[in-house]
């Protein structure tokens, strides 16, 4: 079982090593594929081990519950999503080695992430995804995606470094109690006698170093501009998925402090930065210039909505966060695949150039539409169940009045998403061209695949349901 | 007898600390800039090594040795490479002058003394006592990450900040657990590097590293 848990680890540094050392055409075109591919067979297969009763470890550092096996196949479906849907058509021009080297790295520092027992090893990783993708953001050597590369690594570091300040406060305070320990599950299950005063300024400063690395308000500023100027298949994986493990890491720690000060806390701070993200990208959605920063401020919005769902708590409502966590993924990885062909193939990402897609473009334009469809929450998506669940969680546990509020500025993202959407695809083309061009501009399976799971997974979540069910208990039963 | 070598020894470790980024925020030149970062790598190793010394932990006299190599030595050394690289000789537009850095610095240094209270109260010492100076080298890094507009600065701003966390940690636990320790050196190690080279890509497309230069990006 150790084998399943390190493997994803390995084969990413593998991978990674080889890329860098050999450089061929071959794998530097597929290493993110095949890691990505690795991370989710792994996944599947601990969510597999995880319901039949186990509980795989690897050494003291690694440690795989319900929560952790379904994060771990998340980053794999996300990753196999952004990394196969970005695979630029045969003959095209091929990634070079530092690109593909330090996608393996970032799928393998995200793996460690979330399978790591250890909240100092945790975060140890979450930095090392800021490393890692550094120089994804600023792959394109451009003024604006310098800017980006800078404000990303400086915003990105500091937040964590503040949430590194949290964890050493933590673990003062366990020094004090007598047991020097990060491991979460020695933290959430042997009730140590934690001083309240010093667990109080930890876990705040924990949670506000990690809410930066997950785009929450008023720490985002970084992001928009992060999303817009990386490559697209790593704006996928960025905004889908390393934005969810920030917040996975505020769960782990949201379920070590509740316990020592009751829920206010959390809750107080979550709902306001829940609040204030989604009326930040309410704001900038309605009046966006850019598809891909209007995508990532949809991420935001999301991110917002993952937060009113861990203030709200208990087990309704983090298992459909986690259901969340899986629906945007993949809705918004296969969007940003999709934005990075409409710029390959109409030369641009501002709205305002690109009309009529839908006619002059159908094999870009209906998976945007489609992905757009699930983003917004239309059924038969998940992304609809799990937004109206979080809704019914946050006024069966007390949070109605933030609730109403949420549910007004998700309505009024709704419409501007929509509006810029039906604008791009359906509004009148200046030139529309002779005849349509049907060509896809790259790999269609993996957003059918991707979109297919999101549209199925709501409806009919089998075997998943139970992890799910599972997952929010690991972290409701700490409370 | 033994306490009091080590009440003075800390005392003395704490107030280096403290003198140096009063001296980083005072002048304005990217060198003493620089080298007072490595006076202050040094003396928090020094930190360390007096608490390892006096616990009798040979672990933690390690890390005082990693501590050292780290912060006192590479990484200002990557910094003043990167200085002497890129040409940059002072902190041209900070945007709080020279008295206004100093008060603001008094200030922080209150409030940092203010929110250490629950570490005095939880195992009075002289450790604890020293806690405030970690937290107020927090609060300085992010006054120098605000206020200055010159990549290098900002770096240094970075590490300040970065320094006074490892005070904190030191401090009240005697480290984090060596596997996070050696994991988060390396992290802010290549944190570093990565922004060393931005710095110098930044400065060949803008023709200077003043990050007023970078505002093309907004909403």
């Not at chain 1, 319901?51 to 196999?80: C, E, I, Q």
């Not at chain 1, 009730?191 to 109080?200: C, E, F």
């Not at chain 1, 200046?430 to 993996?446: E, F, I, R, V």
Request: glycine share 10%; aromatic share 6%; proline share 4%.
């Amino acid at each position: 079982m150790a084998v399943l848990v390190l493997l994803p680890l390995v084969v990413s540094l593998v991978l990674a090593v080889l890329t860098a050392a050999l450089r061929t055409p071959l794998l530097c075109r597929y290493a993110g594929v095949l890691t990505a591919a690795t991370v989710l067979a792994s996944g599947v297969a601990l969510s597999a081990a995880v319901l039949d009763g186990a509980t795989p470890t690897a050494g003291d550092l690694l440690r795989v519950d319900a929560l952790s096996a379904f994060m771990l196949a998340v980053v794999g479906a996300v990753g196999l999503t952004a990394t196969w849907g970005g695979l630029t058509p045969p003959g095209g021009r091929t990634d070079a080695w530092t690109y593909s080297t330090l996608v393996a790295l970032f799928l393998g520092a995200m793996s460690l992430a979330v399978l790591a027992d250890n909240l100092g090893v945790l975060w140890v990783a979450v930095e090392a995804t800021t490393i890692a993708t550094a120089f994804l953001v600023g792959h394109r050597g451009t003024r604006t995606s310098l800017e980006a590369a800078w404000k990303y690594v400086v915003l990105g570091s500091v937040g964590v470094a503040i949430a590194f300040l949290g964890l050493v406060l933590l673990y003062a305070a366990t020094v004090s109690a007598g047991r020097p320990t990060l491991s979460w599950i020695v933290l959430t299950q042997e009730h140590l006698a934690l001083d309240p005063s010093l667990v109080k300024v930890a876990g705040a400063l924990a949670v506000l170093g990690f809410a930066t690395k997950a785009g929450l308000a008023p720490m985002h500023s970084w992001l928009p501009d992060a999303h817009s100027q990386a490559p697209a298949p790593v704006s996928g994986l960025m905004s889908g998925v390393l934005l969810s493990v920030a917040f996975y890491a505020i769960l782990r720690v949201q379920a070590v402090v509740d316990p020592v000060l009751g829920p206010g806390l959390m809750r107080g701070l979550l709902a306001t930065a829940g609040l204030l993200s989604l009326a930040v990208a309410a704001g900038l959605v309605v009046r966006q210039r850019d598809l891909k920063r209007m995508l990532a401020y949809s991420s935001i919005e999301h991110m917002g909505l993952l937060a009113l769902a861990a203030a709200a708590g208990g087990t309704l409502a983090l298992a459909a966060a986690l259901l969340h966590v899986l629906g945007h993924g993949l809705a918004k990885s296969s969007l940003f695949v999709v934005s990075g062909r409409i710029l390959a193939t109409e030369g641009t990402t501002r709205i305002s150039g690109i009309r009529g897609l839908l006619v002059r473009r159908p094999g870009v334009a209906v998976p945007y539409l489609a992905g757009m469809a699930a983003l917004l929450g239309l059924p038969p998506f998940s992304l609809f169940f799990s937004e109206v669940a979080i809704v019914v969680a946050g006024f069966q546990r007390g949070l109605g009045g933030v609730m109403v509020v949420a549910v007004g500025l998700v309505l009024v993202l709704f419409a501007g998403l929509a509006r810029h959407s039906a604008a791009m695809t359906m509004g009148g083309s200046p030139d529309a061209g002779p005849t349509p061009d049907g060509t896809s501009l790259g790999p269609q399976t993996p957003l059918v695949l991707a979109l297919g799971a999101t549209a199925v997974v709501g409806l009919a979540a089998g075997p998943l349901a139970t992890l799910l069910a599972e997952a929010g208990a690991v972290l409701a039963g700490a409370r | 007898m033994s306490t009091s070598w080590f009440d003075q020894a800390i005392g003395l470790a704490a107030g280096v600390l403290l003198l140096t980024s009063v001296l980083l925020v005072w002048k304005r030149s990217l060198a003493a800039a620089v080298r007072s970062l490595a006076v202050q790598g040094v003396a928090l190793a020094a930190l360390v090594a007096v608490i390892g010394i006096y616990e009798g932990d040979p672990q933690l006299v390690a890390i005082a040795l990693l501590v050292l190599a780290l912060k006192g030595f590479l990484l200002p050394w990557v910094l003043d490479r990167s200085r002497v690289r890129i040409a940059a000789v002072r902190e041209e537009t900070p945007l709080l002058n020279t008295t206004a850095s100093l008060l603001a610095l008094s200030l922080l240094t209150m409030l940092a003394y203010l929110v250490s209270r629950p570490f005095l109260t939880l195992a009075p010492g002289p450790t604890s006592a020293a806690v405030p100076v970690g937290i107020s080298l927090v609060l300085y890094g992010f006054l120098i990450l605000t206020t200055r507009r010159h990549a290098i600065s900002q770096l240094v701003g970075f590490l300040v900040l970065d320094n006074g966390i490892a005070t904190v940690a030191f401090l009240t636990s005697g480290g984090v657990p060596l596997v996070v320790e050696l994991g988060a050196s390396l992290d802010v190690l290549l944190v570093v590097l990565i922004l060393r080279v931005l710095t110098s890509r930044i400065t060949a497309e803008f023709g200077a590293a003043d990050l007023d230069d970078l505002m093309e990006l907004r909403d």
